[in-house]
């Protein structure tokens, strides 16, 4: 066998060996953010950013031009960096109309679209010492290359050039949302501003972006499954680990392993009363026996967002008052599924929620009156909203708009009861939200959560199931342990 492996390697000849060597030590192109050559394992060959293809790009700005009146002119800045401290910066965060145009990931550009010239960018410039401590950047090659602009100049010829583009346009819009002084203190757009020439273009990019193509739809399906596993691990250490700052961590943690880039916002993470702040996010205090926590997750995955939320008993097991709200706010979320199809609307899935639970919490006991007024008092918010780039993604669609496939939404019914309410004391202090995204589809809607419709029994159930499955795959389990989880499983008493 030895006399065989020395033959085998004296075989290989030189100019063999030359070229491994070679090819091991290719240098490649740095142009500030991931491409199919230095990201294969991340991206294909004609992707500008992974799973959306140069293609789409290009049919996206050709979209928005033919939304745009004649002779038109589209500016869009990127995000600024936000600094945490004079020299420590937050993550950046792309605008999501400059990505959706551009696939550019970086600060510091000006896009400008036109019927004329197509797409203009203008690109920072790279000085020795930005390059030293912070890494390349995509500059005016990587636009013209990387970006498919028809056009790309220095962000120094800014000043030069683009007054000449806004004398000639007919009208100008602009994201005024990321708007920068490097063009909007140029005297040629403070005069189209004077004489009214100057529009938001935000109410035609996200009109765009408000019907998701099959690539968008696939990141975001991956995006959802990433997060819903997620959340499904943070439940199965729940009962382990019950402080608000763990199951935090535990859920980014695990979002990140899987893939995600960050997280879509700061995780909320309520338990008790805490769970009746709709948006709290402290996340600093312990979990007792027997509350519930209500956990409001999403992540993004290449510029696309999830959303969802669960409530549950880290204990294993609901009480019989947070088992009647929670049946409640499940049987809404189930109905309010139904009316998930083209040519209904978010506000009329509203208001059939809202009639749906001021029944139920009449019934119940909670409320003396099924008026608005005192509904509102427990919950503010709206059914669900648009998901895409941004979690409340294309804000400028009205809720009034008639859905069509390809449209993802939130269905997330709620009830916060805070501590202090004049009401029946069993239910004081509880919060609990059930979020789902659904996508619209020819026929009806796709929900895309793995928990979904679970019941209060069913998710107890889980939960003890989960337990067992861990404590005796790490090792941990013994009989005293599953006597007291299936014992818990299959009875109604609480924690």
């Known amino acids: 066998m030895q006399i065989l492996g020395r033959r085998l390697r004296q075989q290989i000849s030189l100019k063999q060996a030359i070229g491994g060597c070679a090819y091991s030590t290719n240098k490649l192109i740095d142009v500030g953010q991931p491409t199919p050559a230095s990201h294969p394992q991340l991206m294909k060959e004609g992707e500008i950013t992974p799973g959306i293809s140069t293609e789409e790009y290009i049919s996206r700005r050709k979209?928005?031009?033919?939304?745009?009146?004649?002779?038109?002119?589209?500016?869009?800045?990127?995000?600024?960096?936000?600094?945490?401290?004079?020299?420590?910066?937050?993550?950046?965060?792309?605008?999501?109309?400059?990505?959706?145009?551009?696939?550019?990931?970086?600060?510091?550009?000006?896009?400008?679209?036109?019927?004329?010239?197509?797409?203009?960018?203008?690109?920072?410039?790279?000085?020795?010492?930005?390059?030293?401590?912070?890494?390349?950047?995509?500059?005016?090659?990587a636009a013209l290359e990387t970006f498919k602009a028809e056009q790309a100049y220095p962000i120094s010829k800014l000043g030069e050039i683009l007054p000449d583009m806004i004398r000639r346009s007919s009208k100008l819009f602009h994201n005024m949302l990321t708007a920068t002084p490097t063009y909007t203190d140029l005297e040629a757009f403070r005069k189209a501003t004077s004489i009214g020439k100057v529009k938001d273009l935000s109410s035609f990019t996200h009109e765009l972006r408000w019907v998701k193509s099959p690539a968008e739809l696939k990141l975001m399906r991956e995006s959802a499954s990433i997060a819903c596993q997620a959340l499904l691990q943070t439940m199965l250490h729940s009962k382990a680990y019950p402080h608000e700052g763990?199951?935090?961590a535990k859920v980014e943690y695990d979002c990140r392993m899987r893939g995600a880039q960050r997280m879509a916002f700061n995780p909320v993470v309520g338990g008790g009363s805490n769970a009746s702040v709709i948006h709290y996010s402290r996340n600093d205090q312990i979990v007792k026996d027997g509350d519930l926590v209500l956990m409001d997750v999403g992540c993004e995955l290449h510029g696309y967002v999830s959303d969802l939320t669960r409530t549950w008993p880290p204990c294993g097991r609901f009480s019989s008052v947070q088992e009647e709200l929670y049946d409640l706010i499940l049987q809404t979320n189930k109905e309010c599924m139904k009316l998930c199809k083209p040519g209904s609307n978010i506000r009329q899935i509203h208001y059939y929620s809202v009639e749906m639970l001021l029944k139920g919490l009449k019934e119940i006991g909670i409320l003396k009156n099924d008026t608005f007024s005192c509904y509102n008092q427990l919950n503010p918010t709206s059914i669900g909203h648009y998901l895409g780039m941004d979690v409340h993604d294309s804000a400028m669609v009205s809720?009034?708009?008639?859905?069509?496939?390809?449209?993802?939404?939130?269905?997330?019914?709620?009830?916060?009861?805070?501590?202090?309410?004049?009401?029946?004391?069993?239910?004081?202090?509880?919060?609990?939200?059930?979020?789902?995204?659904?996508?619209?589809?020819?026929?009806?809607?796709?929900?895309?959560?793995?928990?979904?419709?679970?019941?209060?029994?069913?998710?107890?159930?889980?939960?003890?199931?989960?337990?067992?499955?861990?404590?005796?795959?790490?090792?941990?389990?013994?009989?005293?342990?599953?006597?007291q989880c299936l014992k818990r499983s299959n009875t109604s008493s609480p924690c």
Request: charged share 20%; proline share 7%; with cysteine.
């Open 63 to 141: 979209s928005l031009l033919e939304l745009l009146p004649e002779k038109s002119l589209a500016v869009l800045a990127a995000a600024p960096v936000k600094m945490m401290t004079d020299v420590v910066p937050y993550t950046f965060r792309q605008d999501a109309d400059y990505l959706y145009l551009t696939g550019c990931q970086q600060p510091g550009g000006v896009a400008v679209l036109s019927h004329e010239g197509g797409l203009c960018m203008f690109m920072p410039e790279a000085k020795p010492h930005d390059v030293t401590w912070q890494g390349q950047i995509a500059g005016v090659d």
């Open 246 to 248: 763990m199951l935090s």
């Open 399 to 483: 809720y009034d708009r008639p859905l069509k496939p390809g449209v993802v939404i939130t269905i997330e019914p709620g009830i916060y009861i805070p501590s202090t309410f004049d009401g029946p004391e069993r239910y004081c202090g509880i919060g609990i939200r059930i979020e789902d995204e659904v996508l619209i589809t020819e026929t009806g809607c796709e929900v895309w959560i793995v928990l979904a419709n679970v019941t209060p029994f069913s998710l107890g159930k889980k939960m003890c199931q989960l337990t067992l499955l861990y404590f005796h795959g790490h090792g941990f389990w013994n009989r005293s342990l599953q006597d």
